[in-house]
Nanobody
């Protein structure tokens, strides 16, 4: 069992930056593929980014590619999402997710564990 806790959400002006962190429990963090998803009110949960267990491979949604960067520190059991040039349409609850597979995935059903989410609000 893996428990995930997200940190770093908040209010930022359009064009600003935030860094989300997700701390994971357990000794096997380094074997999990990790991902970030987001859900805006009234919308489905959408893929944002994912990273392989080694950190070598990453995936991004087209809407965030070039603005967001995912990374991980396996020694700290933490995955990060650096978000730059934020737009009002980025506003959502952001969820961290872990997959028992070490690969990168882009669909929610590929992930086995989820955090509680952290709110990101972008003012225009």
């Amino acid at each position: 069992q893996v428990q995930l806790v997200e940190f770093g959400g908040g209010l930022v002006q359009a064009g600003g930056s935030l860094r989300l962190s997700c701390a994971a429990s357990g000794r096997t963090f380094g074997s999990y593929g990790m991902g970030w998803f987001r859900q805006a009110p009234g919308k489905e949960r959408d893929f944002v980014s994912s990273i392989s267990a080694s950190g070598r491979f990453t995936e991004y949604a087209d809407s965030v590619r070039g603005r967001f960067t995912i990374s991980r520190d396996n020694a700290k059991n933490t995955v990060y999402l650096q978000m730059n040039s934020l737009k009002p349409e980025d506003m959502a609850v952001y969820y961290c997710a872990a997959s028992r597979s070490s690969y990168t995935y882009t669909t929610a059903r590929s992930f086995d564990y989820w955090g509680q989410g952290t709110q990101v609000t972008v003012s225009s």
